[in-house]
């Protein structure tokens, strides 16, 4: 990808970064993904492509806040 491609795309809360902002980054290595075949609405799908590039990832997201919400729900009741 280049620069001219990665600034298209960039939000818009990350143009101005400072020149030392990674300086202290810490890289996380994130989890690996498992492949599945998942059936959903079409306009379900339609809706979450239309938000841009990474749709599945946004779709992941939404699944693991609900999990999480979940999980507190019935440790609150248990």
């Known amino acids: 990808m280049s620069e001219r491609e990665i ?3 960039s ?6 970064l400072p020149d030392d902002f990674w300086n202290e980054a810490t890289v996380v290595v ?11 609405d079409a306009d ?5 492509k239309s938000q841009g590039p990474r749709y599945q990832s946004r779709i992941d997201a939404v699944l693991r806040s609900y999990m999480i919400h979940r999980q507190a729900s019935r440790r609150k009741a248990g």
């Open 11 to 16: 939000p818009p809360e990350l143009v101005d």
């Open 44 to 48: 379900v799908l339609e809706w979450f």
């Open 30 to 40: 994130p989890t690996p993904k498992h492949p599945i075949s998942l059936r959903v």
């Open 7 to 9: 600034h298209a795309t």
